[in-house]
């Protein structure tokens, strides 16, 4: 992990054991910027909803919902966020379903740290490598997801804070409206968003981009057409 590029990453560490959640923690801000924890599943749907986290790294013995009906549920969601799940106990039954779930590693307890770094860097090198990451919204301008930057003919173009988050948020969600509360969750994060400052925000952008791309419906959201 000491020579790759962590820039953007953002992780989710879900564990309900205090001690092991905040050593976990502790541990990951060492190489990432961006860490979330949460004490069980549920809190962890929520975090993963406001956050859009990359990388997910799930104990799977917790209360009211385990690991894998967890990473189940974010799955139905995104197919492309990198998964670890770590257990007390080697269960096959367990592995054969953590398969079907595509997790990048299964991980037993007492986890080693060369293995838990491994696991790490698979994780980071798959999100790299995603071509995907790089998305044409037409011919002459192009987003790149990982590093939350915007191309028009190879050159850079400069987008505020609010504006990247707004656009990749879109992007992320592009083949359905996004809702006005999902926006000002991610957007605004804790901040309450007004109907002006949202209208503001579209206009600066459609400054920045092709004005069509985004389109609107009343009382729903909006939607970007790439």
Not at 14 to 39: C, T
Not at 126 to 151: G, V, Y
Not at 177 to 194: C, F, L, Q
Request: hydrophobic content about 40%; aromatic content about 10%.
């Amino acid at each position: 992990m000491q020579n790759m590029d962590t820039k953007n990453i953002k992780v989710l560490f879900v564990e309900d054991d205090d001690i092991a959640r905040q050593n976990g923690v502790e541990y990951l801000e060492n190489y990432f910027d961006f860490v979330y924890e949460a004490s069980n599943a549920l809190e962890a749907l929520k975090i993963f909803e406001k956050e859009q986290a990359h990388i997910i790294i799930t104990d799977i013995q917790m209360p009211k919902l385990n690991g894998l009906e967890f990473v189940q549920k974010i799955r139905q969601k995104d197919k492309k966020v990198q998964v670890i799940v770590i257990s007390a106990f080697c269960d096959k039954d367990y592995l054969f379903k953590a398969i079907e779930l595509q997790l990048v590693k299964y991980l037993v307890k007492p986890v080693d740290d060369k293995k838990f770094d491994e696991a790490l860097s698979l994780c980071v090198s798959a999100l790299k490598e995603d071509s995907s990451n790089i998305i044409k919204l037409d011919e002459h301008f192009s987003f790149d997801m990982f590093n939350l930057t915007l191309f028009k003919n190879d050159e850079l173009v400069k987008l505020r804070a609010k504006e990247l988050d707004f656009l990749s948020l879109l992007l992320k969600n592009k083949n359905r409206y996004v809702t006005h509360s999902e926006i000002e969750n991610y957007v605004w994060r804790d901040d309450a968003m007004s109907k002006d400052a949202l209208k503001t925000l579209v206009k600066n952008l459609k400054t920045k981009i092709p004005k069509e791309l985004i389109s609107n419906q009343w009382g729903v959201g909006y939607k970007i057409d790439v």
